[in-house]
């Protein structure tokens, strides 16, 4: 008989759980399941070097998949082509590698699930690990968060999709961080809208939090994400170019790999000490930035629901993003003075628009991101109540409350 009071929850991540957004995701939930009094055990991908887990978990709680070593001998796929470390694309692997792949997985899951014995498996990304766990544990309620970077890399890799969907078809509940997310869902793997529930993510509002804010001279840009094209940061950066007044400082946070990560890094450099270069950073880390910084720039062309915009509307930040679907949601309708929203370009492939777009994507940038260093240099802070109940419903501990209903149902 399960104890619905104290459920034992296996959560299930494919890679580290110390970077990008569902890492903060899984990090959360299990923070949120104990205070709920419920027992958690997690399952993740690694690499070699290893990753820091001790924050919140107990060694003994976990278990892992170790990367470029004896467990899988190539570098640790990413969900997004372009990791904040490095990593192998989905597209890239051979029919003998994907195999080691869910064999490595299926192994650690065994042990895990004989150790463990959980009453219920939170796993994460409509992908190739959660359709494995559902084909090798049938009889376990399992319930998946999709964040996005999964539904692209089913498009992107049609002579996966078979091996996706014979286990995800099999959910027991799909949560979907926004209503278009969930109608992308429906449209390419044909689940049943009634097995997709809309839960969200959220923000850790004891890190993010409105503070005093420095003098305009100069205002303070802050970016944080991956340093790729997808996030749309070259042409973000070549924007910049243009704005000589008012006076600027841009904190660039976050990492990247290979050429794209190189190409951002060149583009920073040409604008001198204006662009401050942190790389990867704790979430303490990013929020102490963002509680001194006064406008976010998020210039993404693919968003599930962007986490950091809620980081930094907590923080009292301006906002400049482009108008994705989950932003748009987030946000919603009304009109505010400190959000300025940008048209997304069309984009040939998912990370490139096409030429003819580029200079006019670049000055409505321009033009949006003046437009709110005119509002911070004419009296910076401004009024969070308009949207209080939006950030207090996108907290933490209000997304888990959804959660919770997606574990119970699954009993019921």
């Given at each position: 008989?399960?104890d ?8 299930l ?21 104990t ?21 919140y ?15 899988v ?95 995800c ?27 997709i529930?809309?839960?969200g993510?959220g ?5 993010f ?15 944080a ?16 170019q243009?704005i ?43 929020a ?34 482009t ?10 309708d ?33 033009k949006a991101?003046r437009?709110?260093?005119n509002?911070?240099s ?6 969070l ?21 997606a ?6």
């Amino acid at each position: 008989m399960v104890d619905l009071k104290k459920l034992k929850v296996l959560h299930l991540l494919s890679q580290r759980p110390d970077s990008t957004g569902s890492g903060i995701y899984v990090q959360a939930m299990m923070r949120e399941a104990t205070a709920c009094g419920y027992d958690n055990f997690l399952v993740a991908g690694i690499q070699a070097d290893g990753c820091d887990v001790t924050e919140y978990i107990a060694q003994k709680n976990s278990m892992f998949v170790t990367f470029h070593n004896a467990d899988v001998f190539y570098q640790i796929p990413g969900m997004s082509d372009v990791m904040p470390y490095e990593s192998t694309r989905f597209c890239d692997l051979s029919e003998e590698d994907l195999c080691e792949y869910e064999n490595a997985f299926s192994e650690i899951l065994r042990h895990a699930v004989s150790r463990f014995k959980p009453d219920i498996i939170h796993s994460h990304h409509l992908w190739i690990v959660s359709s494995l766990v559902r084909r090798r544990f049938p009889n376990i309620p399992l319930v998946t968060t999709c964040h996005g970077s999964d539904l692209r890399q089913f498009q992107n890799c049609p002579h996966l999709q078979k091996r996706v969907l014979i286990g995800c078809r099999k959910i027991d509940v799909v949560m979907a961080l926004s209503a278009a997310q969930k109608k992308e869902v429906v449209r390419l793997y044909h689940l049943s809208p009634k097995k997709i529930m809309i839960v969200g993510a959220g923000y850790n509002d004891s890190l993010f939090y409105s503070d005093t804010k420095p003098g305009p001279d100069p205002v303070q840009l802050v970016y944080a994400g991956k340093l790729s094209n997808a996030k749309g940061v070259p042409w973000f950066l070549r924007a910049l170019q243009s704005i000589r007044s008012p006076a600027w400082q841009l904190n660039l946070v976050g990492s990247g790999s290979g050429e794209e990560k190189e190409r951002c890094l060149g583009l920073a450099k040409e604008l001198g000490e204006k662009v401050r270069v942190y790389g990867a950073l704790s979430q303490k880390g990013l929020a102490k930035i963002m509680r001194h910084s006064q406008i976010l720039v998020l210039p993404s062309f693919y968003e599930g629901l962007p986490l950091v915009i809620l980081e930094a509307l907590a923080s009292g930040c301006r906002i400049v993003a482009t108008d994705l679907p989950g932003t748009k949601e987030l946000l919603g309708d009304d009109d505010t003075d400190f959000i300025t929203l940008v048209r997304t370009p069309r984009l040939r492939f998912s990370d490139q628009p096409y030429r003819e777009d580029e200079q006019l994507f670049e000055k409505n940038l321009e033009k949006a991101i003046r437009q709110q260093m005119n509002a911070v240099s004419k009296g910076g802070q401004f009024d969070l109540s308009p949207i209080q109940d939006k950030l207090e419903a996108y907290t933490w501990t209000g997304i888990f409350k959804k959660v919770r209903e997606a574990y119970l149902s699954c009993f019921i």
